[in-house]
């Protein structure tokens, strides 16, 4: 391989929420010396955590190092809404859905991976409010959304999975405000407090995993040597788990598009704006329209508080960097749609607002699989980043492992490569119109 500079390192506005309102974590160190290792694995995120995990299950005795740019849990992996989906979830279609045998296909792998997120949640001893196998509502303000569940209801049919429909009169009492006319529940979804369960997972795999804090890498020399700011890694296997961050190493040019989402969190609610909200302590709402307003409500966890998120707006910056005035412009969106659904809490302020990064691809198919001789992608999670990138991590640690040799890898990489892009301004200007359209067409679904 020749040697690959890694061009840039991408900014994420705004805080991670999710980590912030934890405890203080204990800091792993930087790399500071020049060593060696069996395998490296790039990002500490949910791709790179499962990775790891997996590589520890089959390579006993060798030596696994993590490494993580910045602090763990505050990058994407501390940013997302914490829906650990089983179901289609198709971000680019109307409705979520896609054809009936890929979707069987990704509900079977979703799955495995959901499964083993579990089995870390158990093994590690992760509290319910971290890994909560709760499910989660599909939900709807108005009739054009309650036609978007319809829709969604026959395909689940089809499909032969379970739901509950909820009337307004339960989604009132389930999530105390009066704006959801119609609610899907489906039972598969797993609940996670996003930052915690990376906390928690690297806790429990430091015992295995040699983990780096704060080192980033910055190139890589012939013979996978890995550079960083302070030290180097010779390492015999490299796993890249670093998302839409992989196209800074110089792979898949034009083939990725990096979208930011954006959300604001509430400060602490008091005992008496709890009482007012009522409905129950924990849940989370996914809209029937996907350019709609994703809700979250959570209860205490270690002094955390009773918080709401709300999560909508999205825009593509291709440069890995969001702007100060994306996120001013999501606010303004973000308290609007919070008033809507509860006005019983007017005056609560947000404290936290934040952007976090997705990657996809033109047909929605991951970056993945062996990019030189002995490195490995595990990226582009099309926007499902707590699921398809827990998939993604084990997967690639299977197939530098083992090579293709078990049937749900083989399953995994029934895909095409990630379709070549647009050429700029085209892709950003249409990209960006067609979403602000989606939004506007959303209407108070937002």
Same mark, same amino acid.
Request: charged share 25%; aromatic share 8%; with cysteine.
């Given at each position: 391989?020749t040697k690959?500079?890694v061009?840039r390192?991408?900014k994420?506005p705004?805080?991670a929420?999710?980590?912030?309102?934890l405890?203080?974590?204990?800091e792993?160190?930087?790399?500071t010396?020049?060593?060696?290792?069996?395998?490296v694995?790039?990002? *500490?995120?949910f791709a790179g955590?499962? @990775? !790891?995990r997996?590589?520890?299950?089959l390579?006993?005795g060798e +030596?696994i $190092?993590l490494?993580?740019?910045g602090r763990?849990?505050?990058?994407?992996?501390?940013?997302?809404?914490?829906?650990?989906?089983d179901?289609?979830?198709?971000?680019?279609?109307?409705?979520y859905?896609g054809a009936?045998?890929?979707?069987l296909?990704?509900?079977r792998?979703?799955?495995?991976?959901i499964?083993f997120a579990?089995?870390?949640?158990s093994?590690?001893g992760m509290d319910?409010?971290?890994f909560d196998s709760?499910?989660?509502?599909?939900?709807?303000?108005t009739n054009?959304?309650?036609?978007?569940?319809?829709?969604y209801k026959?395909?689940l049919?089809?499909?032969g999975?379970p739901?509950?429909l909820k009337?307004?009169e339960?989604?009132q009492?389930?999530t105390?405000?009066?704006?959801?006319?119609?609610?899907l529940?489906?039972? *598969?979804v797993v609940m996670?407090?996003? @930052? !915690?369960?990376?906390r928690?997972?690297?806790?429990?795999?430091? +015992?295995? $995993?040699?983990?780096?804090e704060n080192?980033?890498v910055t190139?890589?020399e012939e013979?996978r040597?890995?550079?960083?700011?302070?030290?180097?890694?010779?390492?015999?296997?490299?796993?890249l788990?670093?998302?839409?961050?992989v196209q800074?190493?110089?792979y898949?040019?034009?083939?990725l598009?990096?979208?930011?989402?954006?959300?604001?969190m509430?400060?602490?609610?008091?005992?008496?704006?709890?009482?007012?909200?009522?409905?129950?302590p924990?849940?989370g709402?996914l809209p029937a329209?996907?350019?709609?307003?994703t809700?979250?409500?959570?209860?205490?966890?270690?002094?955390?508080g009773d918080?709401?998120?709300?999560r909508?707006?999205a825009t593509l910056?291709?440069?890995?960097?969001?702007?100060?005035r994306?996120?001013k412009n999501?606010a303004?969106?973000q308290?609007?749609?919070?008033?809507?659904?509860?006005?019983?809490?007017?005056?609560?302020?947000?404290e936290?607002?934040?952007?976090?990064?997705l990657?996809l691809s033109?047909?929605?198919?991951?970056?993945?699989?062996?990019?030189d001789?002995?490195?490995w992608?595990a990226?582009?999670q099309?926007g499902l980043?707590t699921v398809k990138g827990t998939?993604?991590?084990?997967?690639?640690a299977?197939?530098?492992?083992?090579?293709?040799?078990?049937?749900m890898?083989?399953e995994?990489m029934?895909?095409?490569?990630?379709?070549?892009?647009?050429p700029?301004?085209f892709?950003?200007m249409g990209a960006n119109?067609?979403?602000r359209?989606k939004e506007?067409?959303?209407?108070k679904?937002?």
């Amino acid at each position: 391989m020749t040697k690959i500079t890694v061009k840039r390192l991408p900014k994420d506005p705004g805080p991670a929420a999710w980590n912030r309102i934890l405890p203080p974590a204990p800091e792993y160190s930087p790399l500071t010396e020049d060593i060696k290792a069996d395998w490296v694995v790039v990002g *500490g995120g949910f791709a790179g955590i499962a @990775a !790891a995990r997996r590589l520890a299950q089959l390579v006993e005795g060798e +030596s696994i $190092v993590l490494l993580e740019a910045g602090r763990l849990a505050d990058g994407p992996a501390g940013r997302n809404s914490g829906f650990m989906i089983d179901l289609p979830h198709e971000l680019n279609s109307e409705t979520y859905a896609g054809a009936i045998d890929k979707d069987l296909q990704q509900i079977r792998l979703n799955r495995t991976a959901i499964d083993f997120a579990r089995d870390m949640a158990s093994e590690y001893g992760m509290d319910a409010k971290v890994f909560d196998s709760c499910g989660k509502v599909t939900a709807a303000g108005t009739n054009k959304g309650i036609a978007h569940i319809a829709s969604y209801k026959k395909h689940l049919d089809a499909l032969g999975e379970p739901y509950t429909l909820k009337s307004e009169e339960e989604m009132q009492a389930w999530t105390g405000s009066d704006f959801y006319r119609f609610g899907l529940f489906t039972p *598969g979804v797993v609940m996670i407090q996003p @930052a !915690a369960f990376i906390r928690e997972a690297a806790r429990g795999l430091s +015992s295995q $995993v040699k983990i780096y804090e704060n080192t980033p890498v910055t190139s890589i020399e012939e013979e996978r040597v890995l550079v960083t700011p302070k030290g180097r890694i010779r390492a015999g296997g490299i796993i890249l788990a670093v998302n839409g961050h992989v196209q800074s190493f110089g792979y898949f040019p034009r083939r990725l598009l990096h979208v930011f989402t954006y959300a604001s969190m509430t400060r602490r609610l008091t005992e008496s704006e709890v009482k007012r909200l009522g409905g129950v302590p924990d849940w989370g709402v996914l809209p029937a329209d996907p350019l709609g307003t994703t809700v979250r409500r959570c209860s205490d966890y270690s002094g955390s508080g009773d918080r709401i998120v709300i999560r909508n707006h999205a825009t593509l910056n291709q440069s890995l960097e969001a702007s100060d005035r994306n996120l001013k412009n999501a606010a303004v969106l973000q308290d609007r749609s919070f008033e809507n659904r509860f006005p019983m809490l007017k005056g609560v302020e947000m404290e936290y607002r934040w952007g976090g990064r997705l990657c996809l691809s033109w047909n929605s198919v991951p970056a993945f699989g062996e990019l030189d001789h002995r490195i490995w992608s595990a990226c582009c999670q099309n926007g499902l980043g707590t699921v398809k990138g827990t998939l993604s991590g084990m997967m690639a640690a299977e197939l530098a492992v083992l090579g293709e040799s078990s049937e749900m890898l083989k399953e995994f990489m029934d895909h095409q490569k990630p379709r070549m892009l647009p050429p700029e301004p085209f892709l950003s200007m249409g990209a960006n119109l067609t979403m602000r359209l989606k939004e506007w067409q959303a209407g108070k679904e937002l």
